[in-house]
Every structure is written in C-alpha cells, then in structure tokens.
C-alpha cells in the first residue's frame, strides 16, 4: 500500500508540474503571433500617404485593412477612415508600400494603426485590446521651393 501511494504521488506532482509549466509558458507561445504586419514607416505627400511595412507572419497576406485617422491637431479631434488592400498579396518577410489617399481628401497629420489582417488560408487576424502593434504618425514632408 505504500508503494502505490508513493507512485500516485509522484504522478501527481509530475502533473501539477506540468500544468504549472503550461501556465508559465502560455503566454509566451501567443506572444510570437501577435501583429503579423509590422508597420515600418510612413510618409506625407500632398496628395497622399504611403505606408511601409513587413509581412512577420508564416502566411501570404491576402487582404491588409489599416485605421487611417486623421488628427486635428488644434482641437485634437480625429476623423477616421479604413485604409485597405482588397486582393494582395504580401509575402512573408518582404517590405512594402502602398499608397492611400488622405482620409478627409486634406492633408495633414495622419495616426495609422492595424485594422485586420486576412490570410491566404482564410484566417483573419485582429488585434485585442491588451496587444500593442506599432502605430504610425504621419506628417506632410516639407517640400522646399
């Protein structure tokens, strides 16, 4: 009888052990998927901005959705609008750049941030709240006369 409790509690604690590892180490696995796009650069034209930017994921992007907003400086307000790229694809590890239109149709200070990415498997990805992907400011480049 006390061989089997010896073994039992060995098991048990080999268990608990286990589970306590998962817990430490859940968060870490979820960590490497967060933001597949990581958002280089950008710039200001006046006409346009483009935004540079890196496929991080294991997948071919099939669709990239962006919030465009555009900031009012003087009264702080914002004016959004979704920045997107309907049929792409975007390989992964490779930078591009696409170019939209300002959101408002006037240049300006623009703040651009990951909307949804969709996958060329059919997964679309969202950021939650509690994840923090890189956010783009925008500024209209000075041009010189």
């Known amino acids: 009888m006390g061989i089997l409790y010896w073994r039992i509690s060995c098991y048990m604690s080999r268990a608990i052990q286990l589970a ?31 935004v540079t930017f890196t496929n991080a994921g294991k997948l071919p992007i099939r669709r990239l959705e962006f ?52 996958f060329a498997d059919g997964h679309t990805w969202k950021p939650f709240r509690s994840e923090s992907c890189r956010v783009l400011k925008i500024y209209l480049r000075e041009t010189k006369k």
């Open 20 to 50: 306590t590892l998962a817990l430490f180490l859940a968060p870490l696995a979820g960590a490497s998927s967060s933001c597949p796009v990581t958002l280089l650069s950008g710039a200001g034209t006046p006409s346009s901005i483009s």
């Open 67 to 118: 919030n465009c907003k555009m900031v009012d400086t003087q009264a702080d307000k914002a004016q959004s609008t979704q920045c997107y790229v309907k049929n792409a694809l975007f390989f992964p590890g490779t930078q591009y750049t696409v170019n939209y239109s300002y959101p408002s149709g006037v240049s300006g200070p623009v703040r651009v941030s990951l909307r949804s990415v969709a």
